[in-house]
């Protein structure tokens, strides 16, 4: 049966779509994940993938025309497949198709849904799976459910956070309901296409829809509840120490609360416990007051030694082990993984470098100085490294098994920390940016990657990265190459010391420059010149206006 894909919403404020390329041409065969098209948005030009399987019958936006989301973008089904009743409302947007088409028609486009689930969908139910938000995810994790099951979903409204590869990014409905299922729970992850949720009209019955998608090839949704419930008695578990009263009775404590009572010299047997099963905890100690009776009853015994002098009592501190565990966000793993991946694929060196900083220093103020004007530091770096990378191209390069790409635009990463990592937005051209260009951009990028507003497509396609620490006052470091790039630039403080200049010991401006290289790509002296070239636009930066 042949499927109509519509123009998507690939942004949270997209109204509107321009297909920019189309990858594929009628009566081509399309893959579940082939690219179809290039389509430009209110904030970037992205690449749409196919969720479904067949022949491209029929294109319905041509490149460089713009249409509403939800507008027939294109038709696929079977080769030589009668798609004229799916035709006929024309280039109306696909909203307005048949009602008994559509539910069907969006559960397959829109959520990839196995074909066994698909068929099996009661009337208006549509299956929601975890979406592919760039094009190197494999699997995310649910960082937050911002609708709960038994709300009222409406087309546009945000479902979740999904923390991906790259970044967490909002994730909202196509299809208007009610949310009858989660299917994975916040902090859980699992693989693109797993089962996310199921929408519906209110009341209907899905039972069995979680099973049959599992059985067509989905990720089953009861494993992560099944975790929970297998670990849930260990982490209740607590360690306990178990007291016989006078009459012989057993009291629950725990080891903490034992010594502190016996340091305090309280009797347990006096002491309501507030833990499980009437266990006495740490907090029923310190909150303990010993009653009037109690004090009377141990008065006699209290004169009777008040004549032998007390002991020295040694002071033991009555602290307890205290660990936190956090787990582990998607993008830490992905961080983790590929780090560890170049650290240990790529054979690193790393070359050192001094630079003058007085000129750069007196340039940026003369900079500065013109109105609506902000230049940094790092902004006269990632320049003078797009000058640099230009004149040695080499740096700018990429390991292949086969060969060795030499990259000739320079599109420059800034690493940036973030609250769970590191991002790494791209400049693209950085060579064909001005200095100003270069910092509004990277105020910009930074500021939103610091909000979690990035898209994919802003942190791919680097070809260098440049990975600055002096704002914390690190001096010199070395850091990782972020693959596929074949060279990363360390860069320190800014340091007033005495420096000799012209036999004489004069005060100065220096910085440590750190260029890590992989060996495969970049040899010892080509790594050298490019540094030098850097060093002297640096220490001219007048000579980066030529």
Same mark, same amino acid.
């Given at each position: 049966?042949?499927?109509?894909?519509?123009?998507?919403?690939?942004?949270?404020?997209?109204?509107?779509?321009?297909?920019?390329?189309?990858?594929?041409?009628?009566?081509?065969?399309?893959?579940?994940?082939?690219?179809?098209?290039?389509?430009?948005?209110?904030?970037?030009?992205?690449?749409?993938?196919?969720?479904?399987?067949?022949?491209?019958?029929?294109?319905?936006?041509?490149?460089?025309?713009?249409?509403?989301?939800?507008?027939?973008?294109?038709?696929?089904?079977?080769?030589?497949?009668?798609?004229?009743?799916?035709? #006929?409302?024309?280039? $109306? &947007? +696909? *909203? /307005?198709?048949? =009602? !008994?088409?559509?539910? %069907?028609?969006? @559960?397959?486009?829109?959520?990839?849904?196995?074909?066994?689930?698909?068929?099996?969908?009661?009337?208006?139910?549509?299956?929601?799976?975890?979406?592919?938000?760039?094009?190197?995810?494999?699997?995310?994790?649910?960082?937050?459910?911002?609708?709960?099951?038994?709300?009222?979903?409406?087309?546009?409204?945000?479902?979740?956070?999904?923390?991906?590869?790259?970044?967490?990014?909002?994730?909202?409905?196509?299809?208007?309901?009610?949310?009858?299922?989660?299917?994975?729970?916040?902090?859980?992850?699992?693989?693109?296409?797993?089962?996310?949720?199921?929408?519906?009209?209110?009341?209907?019955?899905?039972?069995?829809?979680?099973?049959?998608?599992?059985?067509?090839?989905? #990720?089953?949704?009861? $494993? &992560? +509840? *099944? /975790?929970?419930? =297998? !670990?849930?008695?260990? %982490?209740?578990? @607590?360690?306990?120490?178990?007291?016989?009263?006078?009459?012989?009775?057993?009291?629950?404590?725990?080891?903490?609360?034992?010594?502190?009572?016996?340091?305090?010299?309280?009797?347990?047997?006096?002491?309501?416990?507030?833990?499980?099963?009437?266990?006495?905890?740490?907090?029923?100690?310190?909150?303990?007051?010993?009653?009037?009776?109690?004090?009377?009853?141990?008065?006699?015994?209290?004169?009777?030694?008040?004549?032998?002098?007390?002991?020295?009592?040694?002071?033991?501190?009555?602290?307890?082990?205290?660990?936190?565990?956090?787990?582990?966000?998607?993008?830490?793993?992905?961080?983790?993984?590929?780090?560890?991946?170049?650290?240990?694929?790529?054979?690193?060196?790393?070359?050192?470098?001094?630079?003058?900083?007085?000129?750069?220093?007196?340039?940026?103020? %003369?900079?500065?100085?013109?109105?609506?004007?902000?230049?940094?530091?790092?902004?006269?770096?990632?320049?003078?490294?797009?000058?640099?990378?230009?004149?040695?191209?080499?740096?700018?390069?990429?390991?292949?098994?086969?060969?060795?790409?030499?990259?000739?635009?320079?599109?420059?990463?800034?690493?940036?920390?973030?609250?769970?990592?590191?991002?790494?937005?791209?400049?693209?051209?950085?060579?064909?940016?001005?200095?100003?260009?270069?910092?509004?951009?990277?105020?910009?990028?930074?500021?939103?990657?610091?909000?979690?507003?990035?898209?994919?497509?802003?942190?791919?396609?680097?070809?260098?990265?440049?990975?600055?620490?002096?704002?914390?006052?690190?001096?010199?470091?070395?850091?990782?190459?972020?693959?596929?790039?074949?060279?990363?630039?360390?860069?320190?403080?800014?340091?007033?010391?005495?420096?000799?200049?012209?036999?004489?010991?004069?005060?100065?401006?220096?910085?440590?420059?750190?260029?890590?290289?992989?060996?495969?790509?970049?040899?010892?002296?080509?790594?050298?010149?490019?540094?030098?070239?850097?060093?002297?636009?640096?220490?001219?930066?007048?000579?980066?206006?030529?």
């Amino acid at each position: 049966m042949a499927i109509k894909v519509t123009m998507p919403r690939l942004s949270d404020t997209m109204t509107e779509g321009t297909v920019a390329t189309w990858l594929k041409k009628v009566g081509d065969k399309v893959s579940e994940g082939d690219i179809l098209a290039e389509i430009e948005t209110d904030k970037a030009t992205m690449e749409f993938e196919s969720f479904n399987e067949g022949t491209l019958l029929h294109i319905g936006i041509q490149a460089g025309e713009t249409a509403p989301v939800d507008s027939l973008l294109a038709i696929i089904g079977k080769e030589g497949e009668d798609i004229s009743a799916l035709l #006929a409302g024309g280039d $109306a &947007p +696909a *909203a /307005e198709a048949s =009602k !008994a088409d559509a539910p %069907a028609a969006e @559960a397959k486009t829109e959520t990839a849904a196995p074909a066994k689930a698909a068929a099996e969908l009661p009337k208006g139910v549509i299956v929601v799976t975890m979406p592919r938000l760039s094009d190197t995810m494999t699997e995310g994790t649910v960082a937050t459910w911002l609708k709960k099951v038994g709300d009222t979903v409406a087309e546009g409204d945000i479902l979740a956070e999904i923390e991906t590869d790259k970044a967490t990014m909002e994730f909202e409905s196509f299809n208007a309901g009610t949310l009858l299922y989660i299917g994975i729970q916040e902090g859980n992850t699992a693989p693109v296409d797993s089962l996310l949720a199921i929408i519906g009209p209110a009341g209907t019955d899905i039972s069995g829809v979680a099973d049959n998608f599992t059985a067509g090839g989905g #990720a089953t949704a009861s $494993a &992560p +509840a *099944a /975790e929970e419930t =297998k !670990a849930t008695p260990a %982490a209740e578990k @607590a360690p306990e120490a178990a007291t016989e009263t006078s009459n012989g009775g057993r009291i629950l404590a725990s080891p903490l609360a034992k010594k502190i009572a016996s340091d305090k010299g309280i009797q347990l047997s006096q002491v309501k416990g507030s833990g499980e099963n009437g266990r006495i905890v740490k907090s029923d100690i310190e909150n303990f007051t010993p009653s009037a009776q109690a004090q009377t009853a141990s008065a006699p015994a209290a004169k009777q030694e008040a004549s032998v002098p007390a002991a020295p009592k040694v002071f033991v501190p009555a602290g307890e082990v205290y660990t936190e565990e956090i787990k582990n966000s998607q993008m830490r793993k992905i961080i983790a993984k590929r780090l560890s991946e170049s650290l240990f694929t790529a054979p690193h060196y790393n070359l050192v470098i001094e630079v003058s900083m007085d000129e750069a220093m007196q340039a940026r103020a %003369a900079i500065n100085s013109v109105p609506d004007t902000k230049v940094s530091f790092n902004d006269m770096v990632i320049k003078a490294c797009a000058l640099a990378l230009k004149k040695h191209p080499k740096i700018n390069s990429t390991w292949k098994e086969d060969a060795i790409i030499i990259n000739h635009h320079v599109n420059i990463g800034v690493a940036v920390a973030v609250e769970d990592g590191l991002v790494v937005p791209v400049l693209k051209f950085t060579d064909a940016m001005s200095l100003s260009q270069i910092g509004g951009s990277v105020r910009d990028l930074a500021g939103r990657a610091k909000n979690k507003k990035l898209g994919p497509q802003e942190m791919e396609g680097s070809t260098f990265t440049v990975s600055n620490l002096g704002m914390f006052g690190i001096t010199e470091f070395n850091s990782i190459i972020n693959q596929p790039n074949s060279a990363i630039l360390s860069v320190g403080a800014i340091v007033e010391k005495p420096v000799v200049k012209n036999g004489q010991i004069v005060v100065g401006n220096t910085m440590m420059l750190s260029l890590a290289c992989d060996h495969r790509t970049i040899d010892g002296a080509t790594g050298a010149q490019f540094l030098q070239t850097l060093k002297q636009y640096i220490e001219s930066p007048v000579t980066m206006l030529a």
